[in-house]
């Protein structure tokens, strides 16, 4: 399927300081794999580490992608510094300041290490390889222990990284064992691993000619060397924690003006008031005086359920910043009245209440049933619904009605679940059903199309077994669209759904509309019969007006939903 270009301004209101840091994490985190299965190498043999180690280095010492790395590098350490001192509240979960800190300790541990080798080859032409770092760690002194706890801190704080960028993914909970099995092993191979290079090199470096080889004044350097290179690492180790000190001492200051600045109230519109200093965002005025606020994402501007309503004039709150202009967009929220909680940092009093309720204990202190959280997918909606109900009930008995209403749901969702799809809502006599929980798009687009066809195939056994009923045949009408929809428990205590939320699943209930009009039995949209696979003159295209979409849409009328499961096959023949 094609995808539209990505124009530059609108990828720069995308990109945010985490997704920045993000990008040079996973960088970094590549880097330390390709270490750590290297170091697993040792396990076979320190040849085995040599011979890997030079394709490692001939990969990350090309200069384009050295580049790449050291920019990487310095930009997230840099970033991880700014994140100390903007960072105003620690309770959003444990796990997050322990990343922080983690990431934090890694360059004071890992500078002696680079210095030694990457900086003495560069002054004094060292080839320092696995057989000298490992002497030097095992038998020349004991800072083996210094660069295990090394390589656990910067591989913890590399897998949490990962977790918080990837638990909203779709696939995440199929990959999830896998990705723990990972996780597990390729640190726990590459200790063992340099764990027995270490004990090979300090058996063989009893043997006077290993040493002669091995041990050379180029290979190691003198001593002169070594203490010139211990106090370029130690200034610098002392330079960066003084970085950290003075961002700190920062935070101090800006703590101090902010009292001195004076103090807002924030009210959240049940009664409830808080006073906090001016330059806090709203998440984090609730964060600090235990008010439940929803944020999925933990204040990262990457979901919009933080979203709050100004309550009165809103004019003079500060403009939203690049990213927040985007989420806001992205999720069709233009009234300027609306602001992410997590962004915006009041200057005055400020009165609003949460768009999304936070969930909370129930009354006997126990926690209900964790909800899903919602996740960004690619789903197909099809949403059916029976015509006529109106003058049905108006010359029935209310419970032969609803007798007839339920035999026409229950007609729809067999339908539906015989090809794939999970009936989701039921609104008096229409319903909602989501294809692709578990199907790629193209397979979602032919169940849904199929299940169309299934429908009409069954609401005719309907009406042959209820003909005696019935003064005139039950009709109804289908429209299917598919798009990036938000999917989630929505509701409140005992009364949680599973349903989905977005454009998508809108417009595929505009489309169900429209059959009225263009007197047929089902709209699809041209991007699910693109996607399915469908010849382009399988179906009468027409252009009609969506509402609450400024351009209008390509559709295909189907005056006969039963035809779609031939298309269907047809194109699922022509594409194999």
């Known amino acids: 399927m094609a995808t539209a270009p990505v124009h530059m301004p609108e990828l720069v209101r995308a990109t945010s300081v985490r997704q920045v840091r993000l990008v040079c994490g996973v960088i970094l985190f590549s880097y330390v794999i390709s270490h750590f299965l290297n170091h697993a190498l040792g396990n076979v043999s320190v040849d085995a580490m ?37 960072r105003r509240q620690f309770r959003w979960r444990t796990i997050e300041p322990l990343q922080l800190v983690l990431g934090l300790s890694i360059p004071a541990l890992v500078m002696a290490h680079v210095i030694g080798v990457r900086l003495g080859q560069t002054l004094y032409g060292h080839q320092k390889l696995y057989p000298q770092e490992l002497y030097l760690f095992f038998v020349a002194s004991n800072r083996i222990w210094t660069m295990t706890i090394l390589l656990i801190i910067a591989w913890i704080h590399g897998c949490i990284g990962i977790f918080f960028w990837l638990r909203l993914k779709p696939f995440f909970t199929r990959a999830a064992p896998y990705l723990l099995a990972a996780a597990v092993l390729i ?7 340099v764990y027995q290079g270490g ?17 050379t004044r180029r290979q190691v350097g003198t001593v002169a060397e070594a203490d010139t290179l211990d106090r370029i690492t130690g200034g610098l180790t002392i330079g960066y924690v003084g970085l950290l000190g003075l961002a700190l001492a920062a935070r101090g200051v800006r703590a101090l003006r902010e009292r001195r600045g004076g103090m807002i109230a924030l009210s959240y519109g049940n009664g409830k008031t808080v006073r906090v200093p001016k330059g806090l965002s709203v998440l984090e005025a609730s964060l600090r005086h235990n008010v439940p606020h929803a944020s999925v994402c933990g204040g990262r501007a990457r979901c919009s359920t933080c979203r709050i309503r100004i309550i009165g004039d809103h004019g003079a709150l500060p403009e939203p910043s690049q990213r927040e ?20 940092r009041p200057t005055s009093d400020l009165s609003f209440f949460q768009l999304f309720t936070a969930h909370t204990l129930s009354a006997s202190g126990q926690a209900s049933t964790p909800a899903r959280i919602g996740q960004e997918r690619y789903l197909v909606s099809l949403f059916v619904d029976m015509r006529g109900s109106t003058q049905l009930a108006e010359k ?15 007609a729809v969702s067999q339908a539906v679940v015989e090809n794939g799809g999970q009936p989701n809502q039921f609104v008096g006599d229409g319903m909602l059903a989501l294809f ?23 609401i005719d056994e309907l009406n042959e077994l209820l003909s005696h009923d019935l003064r005139q045949p039950i009709r109804f009408g289908i429209g299917i669209h598919g798009g990036e929809v938000i999917i989630g428990d929505i509701g409140y205590r005992d009364h949680i759904v599973f349903t989905a ?6 417009v595929a209930a505009r489309l169900q509309d429209m059959t009225k009009t263009l007197a047929c039995e089902a709209i699809v949209s041209e991007e699910v019969r693109r996607t399915a696979g469908l010849a382009d003159d399988a179906l ?37």
């Open 325 to 344: 202009a985007f989420v806001l967009t992205r999720v069709g929220a233009t009234d300027p009245s609306i602001r992410l909680a997590c962004q915006l």
């Open 540 to 576: 009468p295209q027409q252009e009609v007006a969506i509402r609450g979409r400024d351009e209008p849409m390509a559709v295909r009328v189907v005056a006969d939903a039963r035809e779609l499961a031939m298309l269907v096959d047809r194109g699922a023949r022509v594409a194999a």
């Open 50 to 86: 040599e011979v890997g180690v030079y394709y490692h280095t001939a990969f990350w010492q090309f200069l384009p992608v050295a580049i790449v790395f050291y920019a990487a590098a310095l930009t997230h350490m840099g970033l991880g510094i700014y994140a100390l001192y903007q």
């Open 501 to 506: 939320l977005g454009d998508a699943v809108n």
């Open 396 to 410: 029935r008995l209310p419970f032969d009605t609803v007798f007839i209403v339920n035999r026409f749901l229950g």
């Open 436 to 458: 692709g929980l578990s199907a790629d798009p193209q397979e979602a687009c032919r169940q849904a199309l199929k299940a169309a066809a299934g429908i009409a195939t069954h």
């Open 187 to 193: 640190p726990t191979l590459a200790l063992l691993g």
């Open 199 to 215: 004990r090979s090199v300090a058996i063989e470096a009893d043997d006077g000619e290993w040493r002669t080889h091995n041990l």
